[in-house]
């Protein structure tokens, strides 16, 4: 059984280890352009390895590092040569893609939903009113994160920022029991960072790469995303940039969890469109912009009771459908018939 199991594996072990061989050709340090001054001030600015400058932007370098913009530039190119990052057969990415892992939400329905749960290398967002669940499922999965793999876990710890005051540790403690786990030690787990405007919750998650390998997150979860966005720029003339930085906030994420293979979970507030006259005027805030970057979208919806409406709006691979799940004093759940 085990050799099977074994074989099985073989493909994703072999991506991995070729995935460590590329960043082991060289140090950051190793790369043109970078002397020990400018290695200190990379590595200050967590730019530490050769993925992290590779998905780097130009500008984002000369700014921590004091580069010139063609220097810059060589500096990423080199780090992208050595990674080799170019094209690759279309089997090259299937097998990396075995690598993703997905954490169970608690609901079968809803893990069904989402082709397993939430994943790795994506970025999950949650929309709705109030009361409809968004935050619920993000103290869910703080609690499941922590699992081991086979019990439909990352084994892994989280990294949340509240945004708006909702991280409750007393409800995950009282999910926590209902999973049998230590609720005090599911909270030393969980890193909090309270965010006071778009700026600061951009720089948590800015300065996030030195936390994720310290402490093992595999789950980063921002409640919510748009709450200071909407707060800071007021009218329409503050739009554009707005629009902006939350674009470089959504691609700081994505990389961080194409780097670290971890999972993102974002809760987002709603609108009413008055231009709908005839079913839910219900639309999620941040545009185009959050629309294209995450990868699942997800409205949930308050239906009788306990009862909670999870419908897919968006996916790369997955049809739309809906499904039911429960929110109770043990956390999430499925309907009993």
Known sequence: ??????????????????????????????????????????????????????MAHPIELTEVAGLGDGTAYKIINAAREALEMGFETGIKVLEKRKLIQKVSTGSKELDALLGGGVETQAITECYGRFSSGKSQLA?????????????????????FIDTENTFRPERIQ?????????????????QVARSYNSDHQMLL?????????????????IDSLMSAFRADYLGRGTLAPRQQNLNKHLHS?????????????????????????????????????????????????????????????????????????????????????
């Open 205 to 221: 998650v800015e300065k996030a790469d030195n936390l994720i390998n310290e402490k093992n997150i595999k789950l980063i979860i």
């Open 174 to 190: 009282q999910i926590a029991r209902a999973a049998g786990m230590d609720p005090d030690k599911v909270l030393e787990n969980i």
């Open 253 to 337: 994420l994505q990389r961080l969890a194409d780097i670290h293979n971890i999972a993102v979970y974002l809760t987002n507030q709603v609108m009413d469109r008055p231009d709908i006259m005839f079913g839910d005027p219900t639309a999620p805030v941040g545009g185009n912009i959050v629309a294209h970057q995450a990868t699942y979208r997800v409205y949930l919806r308050r239906s009788k009771e306990t009862r909670r409406i999870a419908k897919l709006v968006d996916s790369p691979s997955l049809p739309d459908g809906e499904c039911i799940f429960t929110v109770t004093e043990n956390g999430i759940g499925d309907v009993e018939e």
């Open 1 to 54: 059984l085990m050799s099977k199991k074994s074989g099985e594996n073989a493909p994703v072990m072999e991506a991995v280890a070729e995935m460590e061989e590329k960043a082991l050709k060289k140090e950051v340090s190793d790369l043109p352009g970078v002397g020990p001054a400018v290695a200190a001030k990379l590595k200050d600015a967590h730019y530490d390895s050769l993925e992290s400058i590779a």
């Open 139 to 159: 103290f869910q999965l703080c609690v499941n994160a922590q699992k081991p793999v086979e019990q439909g876990g990352f084994g892994g710890n989280v990294m």
